[in-house]
């Protein structure tokens, strides 16, 4: 039986490098895979560092598409977007990490389980992984990372940390 991969936009892999929890996909899903547009996302910002973070996480694979053009068919996403989707419906992914509320919605229209980094947070609280959500949350918006108070609640509701 063919693996059933995760595949990641650029968001969650930005948000979860800037709290030092990457690891947090090898622990969860062994291994994930970006398509190739994802990655030149990622390097976009900060090159040589953001290269030396991929170096050193060899279960992170950039997986190009067979065939490209896959990806045209969501037209109004980004391209990272758009070919994260195309290598999910390729590989018939068990899970799609997203933040993009566009993006989201897409991914359950044409059936993909979807997560977010606040998603991949809670998995790894109930998992035991780390101890609190709270703390993780207002160094993500330290980092710039949007999320409205409302999410932040819910996600904390959730994790048991406030009532």
Known sequence: MPIQPVISNNSPLVGLMGINLLSL???LYTEVW???KVEQEFLKKEPIVRRKVL???PWIKTVDLTDPQTAEAYVGL????AEALAL???HDARLILLDEKKGRQRAKEIGLTVEGTLGVLLEA???GLIV???PLLIQLRANGIRMSDSLINKVLQKAGEID
Do not use: F, S, T
Request: net charge negative; charged share 50%.
């Open 78 to 81: 980004d391209e990272g977007e």
């Open 88 to 90: 999910a419906v390729e």
């Open 125 to 127: 609280k109930e998992e």
């Open 34 to 36: 970006i398509p190739r």
């Open 55 to 57: 170096e050193n996480v």
């Open 132 to 134: 609190a959500i709270k």
């Open 25 to 27: 996909l090898q622990e």
